[in-house]
């Protein structure tokens, strides 16, 4: 929990709403740090989990209306810079579509081609880490061009869930 706090702390000025269970003691670092509290029952499991849904809602819109800088870093270093998140997370996707389009161009390219280019292009991608559209296509790409093995072991390569669908499109 700390961590993730210290995170947002980092990159975020104001809107954090932290929670905590009734009877826990929050540490003396973060003491001062407004919390919702919440009961628990014996097991650890909230008591009044729709009145709790209600405050969190009621602490963020509170949050949107009234922009009050909850961050003891900002607070503190009134020059740390505040990143446009908004941009950063339109800078990200828009990366996200031009890698997507690019490798899909790649693989339509090399169907045509045939193994030896799909392998080529599959020798670019991180199967574990590529968009799994992307995977999804090579799969197919491979498919295409009736490489029988080399989809047994993309599949096997992929993750669960991804080689699940993968499975249900043969």
């Given at each position: 929990?700390?961590?993730?706090?210290?995170?947002?702390?980092?990159?975020?000025?104001?809107?954090?709403?932290t929670?905590?269970?009734?009877?826990?003691v929050?540490?003396?670092?973060?003491?001062?740090?407004?919390?919702?509290?919440?009961?628990?029952?014996?097991?650890g499991?909230?008591?009044t989990?729709?009145?709790?849904?209600?405050?969190?809602?009621?602490?963020?819109?509170?949050?949107?209306?009234?922009?009050?800088?909850?961050?003891?870093?900002?607070?503190?270093?009134?020059?740390?810079?505040?990143?446009d998140?908004?941009?950063?997370k339109?800078?990200?996707?828009?990366?996200?579509v031009?890698?997507?389009?690019?490798?899909?161009?790649?693989l339509e390219?090399?169907?045509?081609?045939?193994?030896?280019e799909?392998?080529?292009?599959e020798?670019?991608?991180?199967?574990?880490?590529?968009?799994?559209?992307?995977i999804?296509?090579?799969?197919?790409?491979?498919?295409?061009?009736?490489?029988?093995q080399?989809?047994?072991?993309?599949?096997?390569?992929?993750?669960?869930?991804?080689?699940?669908?993968?499975?249900?499109?043969?």
């Open positions: 929990m700390f961590y993730e706090l210290g995170i947002r702390h980092g990159i975020r000025p104001n809107s954090t709403v929670m905590i269970g009734k009877g826990t929050i540490p003396f670092d973060v003491a001062v740090v407004r919390a919702l509290s919440y009961a628990i029952d014996s097991l499991n909230p008591e989990p729709d009145q709790d849904r209600l405050a969190v809602a009621e602490r963020l819109i509170a949050c949107r209306n009234y922009r009050v800088e909850d961050s003891p870093l900002f607070q503190l270093l009134t020059d740390w810079p505040r990143p998140l908004q941009r950063l339109t800078d990200t996707f828009r990366d996200m031009e890698y997507s389009q690019k490798y899909k161009r790649k390219q090399a169907r045509e081609g045939g193994l030896a799909v392998r080529a292009v020798s670019e991608l991180n199967v574990k880490d590529a968009d799994p559209a992307i999804v296509d090579l799969f197919l790409s491979y498919r295409a061009v009736e490489a029988w080399e989809m047994i072991d993309l599949v096997e390569r992929m993750s669960p869930v991804l080689a699940r669908t993968c499975v249900d499109i043969c």
